[in-house]
C-alpha cells in the first residue's frame, strides 16, 4: 500500500468516526444523557460488539492495524491536551480554607469506599480476569483506581448548565472530583511505573522523575505562566506565538512523562495546573483548543477504545455477567453511599446528598483514558476492559437522572445563584 492509498484509509476512517460519534452524541442529548454518553457508545458500536459482527469484512476494511496505530496516535495527543484543559480549568479559589477541607472530605467518601470495594471485587475475580503473570496486589490497586474516578469536566458542564456552579454544593463538589481525578492520576502513574519495573524498589526512579516534574512545573513554571499571563492579559488576547509556545510545553511535557514511564496525560495535566488563574488566558486556550479536541480527536478516542471492546463473553449464559454485576454494584454503592452521606452529615439536605452522590458517580471519559492507559501497558485483559467500558456508560448514564429525581427542574432553579440552605443539625456548617 503506498502513502496516498494508506492516506485515504486514515481519512475514511477519521469520517466515519466523525459521523458516527456525532451522531450518536445527538441521539443521546435527545433523551437528556450528556453529548459524552452517546460518544462512548458510537466507540464500541464501530468496534468488534456491532460492526464487527454484522460487517466483519467492512470493520476490517475500516480499521486494519496501520490505521488503528494512527488512531491511538491521534488520541493520545488529543488526550494530552484534553488533560492540558481540565487542569487549566480548575478554580484554585475553591481550594482554599473551610471549603477544600469539606471537599477534601468528599473525595475521600468517594475514594475511599469505591477504592476498597473495588479492589476487593478484584481480589475476588483475580484468577479469571487479571492479566497472566500480574501480581495481585496490583491487579486490586488497578481495579480499586478505576473505579475511583470521577469525571470532572463532564460534572463541571453539568453544574455550569444547571447554573449552581458557584453555590456552595456545586463548588464543594466540583473540588471534590478534581482531587479525585488528581489521587488517580498519581496512582495510575505508581502502577505503571511498578509495572514496567517489575517491583516497587525499581519503580522509584519512574515516581521521583513524576514527582520532580510536577514539583518543578507547579513552582518554577507556574511563575514562568504567571509572566506570560500578565502579558496576555495586557494585549487582551493570545498571539500566535505565544500559543505555539504553549503548545510546545505541553507536548513537551507529555513527551517527558511518557519518557519516564508515566503517560503523557500526567504531563498535560500537570502543565494545566500550573497555568494562570487569567480569564482572558482560560478563554484563549478554551476557544482556540476545545473545538478540534472535542469534536475530532476525543472520538477518535471513544472509537479506539470500542475497537478494544469485546463483548462476546457478555452473550447468553455468558462468564462475565457475574463480574460485571459485582463491579458495577461496588462502583455505584462506593460513590453514592459514601459521598451522600457526608453531604448529609455537612447538613446539606438529603435530595442534595443524593445528588452529589449521583453526579459523583459519573466517570465518563476519564476511566476509559486510565482503562486505556492500563491496557497500552498491558495491566488490562480484554475481558476486564470490556467489564469497565460498560461501567463507564452505564454509570455515567445514571448520573443525570440520579440527579434529576434528587432535585427536580423547579427544585434547581430556586436554588440558582444562592447558597442552599442546610438542615440544623449538630454538623451544620
Given at each position: 500500500?503506498?502513502?496516498?492509498?494508506?492516506?485515504?484509509?486514515?481519512?475514511?476512517?477519521?469520517?466515519?468516526?466523525?459521523?458516527?460519534?456525532?451522531?450518536?452524541?445527538?441521539?443521546?442529548?435527545?433523551?437528556?444523557?450528556?453529548?459524552?454518553?452517546?460518544?462512548?457508545?458510537?466507540?464500541?458500536?464501530?468496534?468488534?460488539?456491532?460492526?464487527?459482527?454484522?460487517?466483519?469484512?467492512?470493520?476490517?476494511?475500516?480499521?486494519?492495524?496501520?490505521?488503528?496505530?494512527?488512531?491511538?496516535?491521534?488520541?493520545?495527543?488529543?488526550?494530552?491536551?484534553?488533560?492540558?484543559?481540565?487542569?487549566?480549568?480548575?478554580?484554585?479559589?475553591?481550594?482554599?480554607?473551610?471549603?477544600?477541607?469539606?471537599?477534601?472530605?468528599?473525595?475521600?467518601?468517594?475514594?475511599?469506599?469505591?477504592?476498597?470495594?473495588?479492589?476487593?471485587?478484584?481480589?475476588?475475580?483475580?484468577g479469571s480476569l487479571a492479566v497472566e503473570g500480574a501480581s495481585r496486589w496490583e491487579f486490586m490497586l488497578f481495579v480499586g483506581g478505576a473505579l475511583s474516578i470521577t469525571a470532572f469536566p463532564m460534572l463541571a458542564r453539568i453544574l455550569q448548565e444547571r447554573g449552581i456552579a458557584n453555590t456552595p454544593i456545586g463548588g464543594l463538589t466540583l473540588v471534590a472530583a478534581a482531587i479525585d481525578d488528581a489521587v488517580a492520576w498519581v496512582l495510575l502513574a505508581i502502577i505503571i511505573a511498578v509495572g514496567a519495573a517489575g517491583s516497587?524498589?525499581?519503580?522509584?526512579?519512574?515516581?521521583?522523575?513524576?514527582?520532580?516534574?510536577?514539583?518543578?512545573?507547579?513552582?518554577?513554571?507556574?511563575?514562568?505562566?504567571?509572566?506570560?499571563?500578565?502579558?496576555?492579559?495586557?494585549?487582551?488576547?493570545?498571539?500566535?506565538?505565544?500559543?505555539?509556545?504553549?503548545?510546545?510545553?505541553?507536548?513537551?511535557?507529555?513527551?517527558?512523562?511518557?519518557?519516564?514511564?508515566?503517560?503523557?496525560?500526567?504531563?498535560?495535566?500537570?502543565?494545566?495546573?500550573?497555568?494562570?488563574?487569567?480569564?482572558?488566558?482560560?478563554?484563549?486556550?478554551?476557544?482556540?483548543?476545545?473545538?478540534?479536541?472535542?469534536?475530532?480527536?476525543?472520538?477518535?478516542?471513544?472509537?479506539?477504545?470500542?475497537?478494544?471492546?469485546?463483548?462476546?463473553?457478555?452473550?447468553?449464559?455468558?462468564?462475565?455477567?457475574?463480574?460485571?454485576?459485582?463491579?458495577?454494584?461496588?462502583?455505584?454503592?462506593?460513590?453514592?453511599?459514601?459521598?451522600?452521606?457526608?453531604?448529609?452529615?455537612?447538613?446539606?439536605?438529603?435530595?442534595?446528598?443524593?445528588?452529589?452522590?449521583?453526579?459523583?458517580?459519573?466517570?465518563?471519559?476519564?476511566?476509559?483514558?486510565?482503562?486505556?492507559?492500563?491496557?497500552?501497558?498491558?495491566?488490562?485483559?480484554?475481558?476486564?476492559?470490556?467489564?469497565?467500558?460498560?461501567?463507564?456508560?452505564?454509570?455515567?448514564?445514571?448520573?443525570?437522572?440520579?440527579?434529576?429525581?434528587?432535585?427536580?427542574?423547579?427544585?434547581?432553579?430556586?436554588?440558582?445563584?444562592?447558597?442552599?440552605?442546610?438542615?440544623?443539625?449538630?454538623?451544620?456548617?
Amino acid at each position: 500500500m503506498n502513502q496516498i492509498e494508506f492516506a485515504l484509509r486514515v481519512f475514511a476512517a477519521l469520517a466515519v468516526v466523525l459521523v458516527a460519534t456525532t451522531v450518536c452524541g445527538r441521539l443521546a442529548m435527545l433523551v437528556r444523557q450528556p453529548r459524552v454518553v452517546g460518544e462512548m457508545v458510537a466507540g464500541v458500536l464501530l468496534g468488534p460488539s456491532l460492526l464487527g459482527a454484522v460487517a466483519p469484512g467492512a470493520q476490517a476494511q475500516l480499521f486494519p492495524t496501520d490505521v488503528k496505530g494512527v488512531l491511538y496516535v491521534l488520541s493520545t495527543i488529543g488526550l494530552t491536551f484534553y488533560m492540558f484543559l481540565v487542569g487549566s480549568s480548575l478554580d484554585h479559589g475553591l481550594a482554599r480554607g473551610r471549603n477544600m477541607r469539606r471537599a477534601s472530605t468528599l473525595a475521600v467518601s468517594g475514594i475511599v469506599p469505591t477504592f476498597l470495594l473495588g479492589a476487593g471485587a478484584a481480589a475476588l475475580f483475580f484468577g479469571s480476569l487479571a492479566v497472566e503473570g500480574a501480581s495481585r496486589w496490583e491487579f486490586m490497586l488497578f481495579v480499586g483506581g478505576a473505579l475511583s474516578i470521577t469525571a470532572f469536566p463532564m460534572l463541571a458542564r453539568i453544574l455550569q448548565e444547571r447554573g449552581i456552579a458557584n453555590t456552595p454544593i456545586g463548588g464543594l463538589t466540583l473540588v471534590a472530583a478534581a482531587i479525585d481525578d488528581a489521587v488517580a492520576w498519581v496512582l495510575l502513574a505508581i502502577i505503571i511505573a511498578v509495572g514496567a519495573a517489575g517491583s516497587p524498589v525499581d519503580a522509584l526512579d519512574t515516581v521521583a522523575g513524576a514527582a520532580l516534574f510536577a514539583l518543578v512545573m507547579l513552582t518554577v513554571g507556574r511563575h514562568l505562566f504567571r509572566k506570560l499571563g500578565e502579558r496576555v492579559e495586557r494585549q487582551g488576547r493570545m498571539s500566535r506565538d505565544t500559543m505555539a509556545l504553549v503548545l510546545l510545553v505541553v507536548l513537551a511535557a507529555g513527551w517527558f512523562t511518557d519518557y519516564i514511564g508515566v503517560f503523557s496525560v500526567f504531563g498535560g495535566f500537570i502543565t494545566g495546573l500550573a497555568m494562570p488563574q487569567s480569564q482572558v488566558v482560560r478563554q484563549e486556550l478554551q476557544t482556540r483548543l476545545t473545538d478540534l479536541n472535542s469534536i475530532l480527536l476525543l472520538p477518535v478516542f471513544f472509537a479506539f477504545s470500542g475497537l478494544n471492546t469485546e463483548v462476546s463473553g457478555f452473550g447468553a449464559g455468558g462468564a462475565l455477567w457475574v463480574p460485571l454485576v459485582v463491579i458495577m454494584a461496588v462502583a455505584f454503592a462506593g460513590k453514592y453511599l459514601g459521598c451522600a452521606a457526608v453531604v448529609r452529615a455537612q447538613g446539606f439536605p438529603w435530595r442534595y446528598a443524593s445528588a452529589v452522590g449521583g453526579l459523583m458517580n459519573a466517570r465518563g471519559l476519564m476511566i476509559l483514558v486510565f482503562i486505556n492507559i492500563g491496557l497500552a501497558h498491558g495491566l488490562v485483559t480484554p475481558e476486564l476492559f470490556a467489564i469497565l467500558v460498560a461501567v463507564a456508560i452505564v454509570t455515567t448514564a445514571a448520573a443525570m437522572p440520579i440527579y434529576r429525581a434528587s432535585l427536580p427542574d423547579d427544585a434547581d432553579r430556586a436554588d440558582t445563584g444562592a447558597a442552599p440552605t442546610p438542615v440544623t443539625t449538630s454538623n451544620a456548617p
